[in-house]
């Protein structure tokens, strides 16, 4: 699991366009090992009815895409030992298409078969005892990570096989965002049009906020204990999501390892780039994406993000400036982005 540094910020401007002083509905909870926080805005909101609707979308995405239940449908795929193709459902199609996207145009550096190295690096458990692994290790794991080489989908048949019988599929970088996107489809079919929905900072906006302005976000620094702006952004009917390796890592012999791991090395990342945020139509292609881009790094993240029109913005360390000093880039798509909201 990675920490996500997005801070939500609602803004307090004039110019409300509702008819009425509109209702706010806030619900918040723990989901998918993190917490959600959800703000819908409309008239003669049922905030009991919407609370059970989200409760009942949250443990439905549970029970497809969730890595921490043994009897999920993704759990059920990993542990299978037979490589003969398995039905699985109309939303787990989804989300592995759009995996399989990301992951052809990394080149596959965003991978959901990962998780041997997860495992291998000790992310998880973890003891300063514990030895980094060997070349050996490293290259032993490779063997059983690779998403387009080892897994086959039929989207039209609704079937997913692998081809080797030890192989397990990890979710955590692209299911967040795909939960997100369906809470905010059970807040639309409840006739919402102004709403806020994250999970573990990743999230997906549409409309307004309760002053009728466009929502606002704040991207966090990258400081561990710290919880600041390093930049404010507006923000509408899109979904957004970072990622950043100041949170999640070990030290050894003085060498520090991020829980960022690249699976055509299958080793945790080296370069400057600390945190990356991305804007997308949906918050699941957000997800993966900023996923992708910190394991890419700045420079092959920036040329990438160029090629395919994505608003990505990178946050880097700048080593001639001191232990706070950073250095921000970000693609044309962002700044368009931000200007036409």
């Not at 787990?92 to 990962?114: I, Y």
């Not at 976000?217 to 600041?228: D, L, V, Y």
């Amino acid at each position: 699991m990675r920490l996500v540094p997005v801070l939500a910020f609602a803004t307090l401007l004039s110019g409300c366009l509702f008819d009425k002083e509109p209702e706010v509905v806030r619900l918040s909870g723990e989901t998918m090992g993190t917490t959600f926080n959800i703000t819908a805005i409309g008239e003669d909101l049922d905030e009991n009815a919407l609370a059970t609707a989200v409760e009942a979308t949250l443990a439905d995405v549970n029970s497809k895409m969730s890595n921490w239940d043994p009897n999920s449908e993704v759990s059920t795929f990993s542990a299978a030992t037979s490589t003969d193709a398995m039905p699985v459902s109309a939303e787990f199609v989804h989300v592995m298409q759009a995996a399989n996207e990301v992951h052809e145009k990394t080149g596959g550096t965003f991978d959901v078969t990962l998780g041997p190295l997860i495992e291998l690096w000790g992310f998880g458990p973890r003891t300063p005892e514990d030895p980094v692994p060997s070349d050996a290790d490293i290259q032993s794991a490779l063997e059983s990570v690779g998403q387009n080489r080892l897994l086959t989908l039929d989207a039209e048949a609704g079937t997913l096989s692998k081809s080797d019988a030890g192989v397990g599929i990890n979710l955590s970088a692209i299911a967040k965002g795909y939960g997100i996107d369906a809470v905010a489809e059970t807040l639309r079919d409840a006739g919402i049009e102004n709403y806020l929905v994250e999970i573990g900072g990743d999230l997906v906006t549409k409309g307004e906020n309760d002053k009728g302005e466009i929502w606002r976000i704040g991207i966090e620094k990258p400081q561990a204990g710290a919880q600041s702006p390093q930049l404010i952004v507006s923000v509408g009917d899109l979904g957004m999501a970072s990622s950043g390796d100041y949170k999640n890592f070990f030290e050894q012999d003085g060498v520090r390892y991020s829980h960022i791991i690249d699976p055509t090395t299958g080793r945790p990342i080296t370069h400057r780039t600390t945190s990356v945020t991305v804007l997308a139509e949906n918050a699941m292609m957000a997800d993966a994406w900023a996923t992708a881009m910190l394991a890419l790094g700045q420079e092959k993240g920036l040329e990438l993000a160029e090629k395919h029109k994505l608003a990505v913005y990178f946050i880097s360390r700048d080593v001639t400036g001191g232990e706070d000093a950073y250095i921000t880039v970000h693609s044309t798509a962002f700044k368009d982005a931000l200007s036409s909201n």
